[in-house]
Every structure is written in C-alpha cells, then in structure tokens.
C-alpha cells in the first residue's frame, strides 16, 4: 500500500505537466489557425501580378530564364513561384499561408522531435508539438512585417519557404545523427542535405549568405572546438555536403545578369558603402535588433525560455548534460554563432541597399533570435535540476505549471482577438478585389481594353499585406504595365478625379 501511494506522489507531477503542456499546446493552435485563416483572405498583389505577366509572356522555363537574366538570381523561389502560378493561378493564393503554416509546422515538429529523441525526452512528440506552435505563433505574432513576409505569395516564398527547408535540414542532421546510418541511407541522407541546402540558398540572397557563414562556422567549431564530442563530430558530413550546396547555390545566385538590374536602380538613389561601413552598419544593426526585441518583447522573450525549460524538466533523462564549467562555454559559443548568423542576415541588405535591409527581409533574423531562445530554455534544463532538484514536489510542479500557463494563455488571448478584428476588415478587403477583378474580366471580354477604374482606399490597403504600392493614375507606372499584361489589357489606371495616389 506504501509503495502504491509513493508511486502516485512521484507520478503526480508527471501527470500535472502532462496536462499543463496539451493544455499550452492546445491554446497555442487557436491563434495559429486564426493566421491559417486570415490567409483565406489574401489576394495577388504586386509582384505576383508581375510573375504571372512574365509566365504569359514567356512560358514556364522562359520565364525563369528572363528573371535570371533581368531581375534576380533567386532561382528557387521563383521556381515555386512560376509554378504555384501555373497550377493555381491566383486561385492559390489564400490558400497558399494555411499550406505554409501546415508545413512550417510539421517540419519543425519533426526537427524537435529528433531532438527529444537525441536526448531521450519522454514526452518528445508532445514537447515537439508544442514547441514548433510556440515558435510559430512568436513568429508571426512579433516577426517583422509578416503581411509581406509570410502573406504575400512573392514575399513568402523568399522569406518563409526558405525557413522551412533550414528547420527541415536541421531535423535531417539530427536524424543523421541518430541513426548513424550506413550504406544507401547514408549517400541518400548527405545528397538531400545538399539538395535541402542548395534549395534554400537559392531562396534569397539573405538566405545564402546565413547558410554559407553558418554552416562553414558550424564545420569549424566540430573540428577546432576542443569540448567537441563524438556526437558533434558526426554531423560533419551532413554539415559538409549543406555548405558545398548552398555554395553552389550561392554562385549561381551571385552570378545572375538580374542583379546587375536591380542594382542600378538602388544606385541611382544612393550610392554604395565602403565595406568598413557595411560590416559596422550591420554589426550596429544586429545589436539593436537583438536588443529592441528583447526591449519591446520581454514577454515573448520569456515565455521562449520558460515554456521549454519546464517542459524538459521531469523528463528522467539526463543524455546532453554537461559540467557546468563546459555548459558556460558552450554558451558563450552558442551565442556567438547566433549573433554571427544574424549579423550575416544583415550584410547583405546593407551591402545592397546601403542601408539596413526591409522588415520583410529580416524575418530569418527574427527566427533565428526566437530559435536561440528556445534553444536556451531547452538548455536551462540542467541549471534549473541543479538548483531545484531532479525531482521536483507537487507544489513546485504546480507553481512552475501556473507560471507558463500565465505566460502562455493572455498572450495567446490578446492575439486571439487581434485576429478575430482583423477577418472583418480583411473580409470585406477580399470581397472587393474579387469585384473589382471580375469587373476588369467583364470590361476586358467587352472589348475595352484601355481601363480606368475607381480609387479604392481598402483595395489599395492591400489588406494582411500592407505598404506596397497600388495602380496609378500613370498608365505607364510599373506596377499598372505588370497589372494592365497580367490582365491583357491595354492599359489599365485609376481615375485621376477618384485617385489619392502621391498623397
């Protein structure tokens, strides 16, 4: 009977963080699905117009060989681009974030849950799951400018899809590692880790950059880094065959006539840095990113540490445990690989623009701060046994629950109603580019093939994607020649008499 009711004592805390961690993972999907749906109410906008223009113009492989030649070397998004238009044509488009969000999320659930595995977690496939929602919702809840990085189609698929393929090559290094595996796994393994990192690269400048510095950082430290383990050392063909990849896929990106294109256009309004000045740019840049976030975002911030931290805590497993003297230095290691990481987002922004990079572009910043911070609550694991011990009462179970929960559930609800004020707006956003563009169909098959259409203050919005500029009274304004050969008109505008245009 003693040992039956010490039993229950010492499962009791296992049962209370059980139900304290599906119930964050359940609170944490409300929001999440909210952004899945708000994406029902995207529509083209911009360059996507002009993508589809291009498509018409010069079919599927033509196209793709005009914009490497006169736009960017971004090789594979515009890939996904061209041939998401193809398939769906903008009837795509408002499914196109509730699909990204499905697959971010089951990537990086993946990627923890290899983790847990790799560190023998009891309850890796719960903890996985609500890790990946965490990180998710703190991404599009306080990443810079999601509308244009993960709503619209151009911008998500230069600054969200490549996210995704580096959390899936991260989780296919630590499955590396696990398996050990030989033979025809082994070769198939690396040769996706190239492919994953060639992919990526191809993705965005940004993306190149993170990807060649950070994982030729990585392959150093497995070989210099004298605390490095046998662990550590096995990923060094995974990391390998990554950075040969994204090397390549640099190059190729680099090398494009496109950017020459691009960068005449940025010169003409302001000229180059030296490369003194671009490095101290970008370090400035870095540091105040980090600490505006951490400044305006302490919640946040905190709920990324404390949420894992707990959830690891009663996991019986000590694998991934080291001296403290060791875990100090692995820290510091691991911070200064972060910082190197979002320092080499910024440079190419800066080196491009003469000036720090758009908010759409620093979206891989923001996720790589928010990973290192989950990184860090998983990490706290070992401190938090040291001072509480490994077995922790009730109460201090019950206090540690109440503690994320207070964390977790306000924030969950503030963006929960934020949401639920924004589908109206957005709603009635979709309800009128829809009439508008069946108007522009109905003209075009009447013959009228030189169009004027009424200002629209909500259209021009651009509704979940703001700040990016709409038709002109200018039927030669570049947005309204991609939008007149998008439609095959003529010419399309906007009435003078209605416009607000240069306001």
Request: hydrophobic residues 50%.
């Amino acid at each position: 009977m003693l040992n039956r009711e010490s039993a229950n004592v010492r499962s009791s805390p296992q049962v209370l963080t059980t139900m304290t961690v599906i119930l964050c993972g359940v609170a944490l999907a409300v929001p999440l699905s909210g952004y899945g749906y708000l994406g029902m109410f995207t529509r083209q906008a911009l360059d996507d117009h002009c993508a589809a223009r291009i498509l018409a113009q010069h079919g599927f492989w033509g196209s793709q060989i005009w914009t490497y030649k006169n736009h960017s070397g971004r090789i594979f998004s515009y890939f996904v681009r061209i041939v998401t238009e193809s398939l769906g044509h903008e009837h795509i488009v408002p499914f196109l974030a509730f699909i990204l969000l499905i697959s971010w999320l089951l990537v990086t659930t993946w990627t923890f849950w290899q983790l847990g595995k790799l560190l023998g977690w009891r309850r890796s496939l719960l903890n996985s799951v609500v890790f990946s929602e965490l990180l998710l919702f703190a991404m599009l809840r306080t990443g810079p400018d999601p509308g244009q990085s993960f709503y619209w189609e151009t911008g998500a698929l230069t600054y969200t899809l490549p996210i995704i393929l580096v959390s899936l090559f991260v989780g296919l290094l630590l499955y590396y590692l696990r398996q050990q595996p030989q033979g025809a796994h082994r070769t198939l393994i690396l040769w996706l880790a190239g492919t994953i990192g060639f992919c990526a690269a191809a993705t965005s400048e940004t993306n190149a950059a993170v990807q060649c510095v950070g994982l030729m950082a990585a392959i150093i430290i497995c070989k210099r880094e004298p605390i490095s383990t046998e662990t550590i050392k096995r990923s060094l063909p995974v990391l390998s065959y990554g950075f040969w990849g994204s090397l390549l896929s640099s190059m190729v990106v680099i090398a494009a006539p496109g950017n020459s294109v691009r960068e005449s256009g940025v010169r003409s309004v302001a000229a180059p840095l030296s490369l003194v000045a671009v490095i101290s740019k970008s370090l400035l840049g870095s540091v105040v990113f980090i600490v505006d976030f951490l400044r305006h975002r302490p919640g946040a911030a905190l709920a990324l540490l404390a949420v894992p931290a707990v959830c690891v805590w009663l996991e019986k497993s000590s694998n991934g445990e080291v001296p403290p003297h060791t875990a100090a230095r692995l820290w510091l290691l691991a911070y200064a690989f972060s910082f190197l990481l979002i320092l080499s987002s910024i440079i190419p922004g800066v080196f491009a623009l003469s000036d720090l990079p758009p908010e759409r572009a620093e979206f891989i910043t923001q996720w790589i701060l928010l990973t290192t911070l989950l990184a860090t609550g998983i990490a706290l694991r070992g401190a938090i046994r040291r001072l509480c011990g490994a077995t922790p009462s009730v109460v201090t179970t019950l206090v540690a629950s109440v503690f994320i929960l207070a964390l977790v559930l306000p924030w969950v609800l503030k963006s929960t109603r934020t949401i639920v004020a924004s589908v109206r707006k957005s709603r009635i956003y979709a309800g009128e580019w829809d009439t508008e563009d069946a108007q522009i169909r109905r003209l075009r098959g009447l013959g009228d093939w030189n169009i004027a259409v009424p200002w629209n203050d909500r259209i021009a919005s651009g509704g979940n994607v703001t700040n990016l500029p709409w038709l002109s009274p200018d039927p030669t304004y570049w947005v309204n020649k991609c939008e007149a050969d998008y439609y095959r008109l003529g010419s399309i505008r906007v009435s003078p008499s209605d416009s607000a245009f240069g306001k």
